[in-house]
């Protein structure tokens, strides 16, 4: 994130020369404030539900050995099946956001969560475990293009990639 701020070129040098007023009043902004808060909040956001959902791959070999339900083994065949389930979302992604408008994202996290929500709650075999981790993968691949795509909606024209860098970062 510091290398983004740091190294992030601005605004191409030709465009700022061209004698624009608006041109002279993007130099005086602050380089943070140029985002608007629609874009930040996006942001906040999608880093909160990304922490939520690193702490499945993380733990899943663990509660399923603890638990006694499964092995380490099983929970890479699970975490695999997420990888699985992300490529799949990530290819539909396109279908369903015809389908749904903008109320992809918010479909995306639902499905998410229901993965997560009945791998919290019901899952105790490993077909439950790998159907919930499948579910949460499909989510998940199209929550990131869900994502991606609405900062680029929202954020000034002009830092529509500098928005979309601060997310990956």
Same mark, same amino acid.
């Given at each position: 994130?510091?290398?983004?701020?740091?190294?992030?070129?601005? +605004?191409?040098?030709?465009?700022? @020369?061209? *004698?624009? +007023?608006? @041109?002279?009043?993007?130099?005086?902004?602050? /380089?943070?404030?140029?985002? @608007?808060?629609?874009?930040?909040?996006?942001?906040?956001? #999608?880093?909160?539900?990304?922490?939520?959902?690193? +702490?499945?791959?993380?733990? $899943?070999?663990?509660?399923?050995?603890?638990?006694?339900?499964?092995?380490?083994?099983?929970?890479?065949?699970?975490?695999?099946? /997420?990888?699985? *389930?992300?490529?799949?979302?990530?290819?539909?992604?396109? !279908?369903?956001?015809? $389908?749904?408008?903008?109320?992809?994202?918010?479909?995306?996290?639902?499905?998410?969560?229901? *993965? #997560?929500?009945?791998?919290? /709650?019901?899952?105790?075999?490993?077909?439950?475990? #790998? !159907?919930?981790?499948?579910?949460?993968? /499909? *989510?998940?691949?199209? $929550?990131?293009?869900?994502? #991606? +795509?609405?900062?680029?909606?929202?954020?000034?024209?002009?830092?529509?990639?500098?928005?979309?860098?601060?997310?990956?970062?």
């Amino acid at each position: 994130l510091i290398l983004i701020i740091l190294k992030l070129p601005r +605004t191409p040098k030709e465009y700022m @020369n061209a *004698g624009n +007023t608006q @041109n002279a009043e993007i130099k005086k902004t602050p /380089f943070l404030k140029r985002l @608007n808060l629609k874009s930040w909040a996006l942001m906040v956001i #999608y880093f909160v539900v990304t922490v939520f959902i690193c +702490t499945m791959p993380m733990n $899943l070999s663990i509660i399923l050995e603890g638990e006694q339900i499964g092995n380490a083994a099983n929970a890479g065949i699970a975490l695999s099946l /997420f990888t699985v *389930g992300a490529l799949v979302g990530g290819l539909v992604f396109g !279908f369903v956001k015809g $389908l749904t408008g903008g109320y992809a994202m918010a479909l995306a996290l639902m499905i998410n969560g229901a *993965g #997560y929500a009945i791998l919290a /709650f019901a899952a105790f075999s490993i077909p439950v475990i #790998y !159907f919930c981790t499948l579910l949460s993968g /499909f *989510g998940m691949g199209m $929550l990131i293009p869900s994502y #991606y +795509t609405r900062v680029s909606e929202i954020a000034p024209k002009m830092f529509a990639t500098v928005s979309i860098s601060f997310i990956v970062a």
